[in-house]
Every structure is written in structure tokens, then in C-alpha cells.
């Protein structure tokens, strides 16, 4: 079973894998030998960077599905316009046999 039919998108691992690798940098830096407020410093930079990355990240995906839902509408559209003209000439094929059959 694919992570795609467990219902795991992409954007999921994306965001999954940035906010572990932000927890494991702010790990490695409290076992690292630095000062408090030296400490405090780049654990307050490495999370604003992953905030920054994590909402870059998000806003994309976001565009991507906006995307995705506009080719669907616009695929509904096309398949509602197909399935409108088949219908229409169903009519009239069933209007030409009625008339073939009501001449004879």
C-alpha cells in the first residue's frame, strides 16, 4: 500500500521531515558547549528559520491545491459539456426512430 492510498500527502512528509530536523538541530545545540544566552540566540534563529520554511512550505502547498482545484473544475466542466452533447444527440437519434417508426 502506497503512502498516497494511506492517505499521507506529500506535503505531510515535507512538513514532517522540516520540523524534525528543526527539533534535532535544537537538540544537538542544548548538548552543544555554549553559553545560555548564546544558546538561547541560535535556538531562537534556527526556530524563526524553521517557522519561515514551515509557512513558505505551506503557502505553496496551498497555490498547489488551488491549482489542482481549478483544473477540476475546469475538467467537471469539459466532461459536463461532453456528457450533455451525447445526451442531446441520444435525443435525437431516439426523435429519428420514433419519426421512422410512426411513418411506417
Do not use: W
Not at 73 to 79: N, P, S
Amino acid at each position: 500500500m502506497s503512502d498516497e492510498e494511506r492517505g499521507i500527502s506529500a506535503g505531510t512528509v515535507l512538513v514532517s521531515f522540516v520540523a524534525g530536523a528543526a527539533l534535532g538541530a535544537g537538540l544537538a545545540l542544548l548538548y552543544a558547549p555554549k553559553s545560555g544566552r548564546e544558546m538561547r540566540e541560535t535556538i531562537a534563529d534556527l526556530t524563526e528559520d524553521a517557522v519561515d520554511k514551515i509557512k513558505e512550505y505551506a503557502k505553496e502547498a496551498q497555490e498547489k491545491i488551488k491549482t489542482v482545484v481549478e483544473e477540476g473544475k475546469e475538467t467537471v466542466l469539459e466532461k459536463k459539456s461532453i456528457l450533455a452533447s451525447a445526451i442531446e444527440a441520444g435525443r435525437e437519434a431516439m426523435q429519428k426512430e420514433k419519426g421512422r417508426f410512426t411513418q411506417s
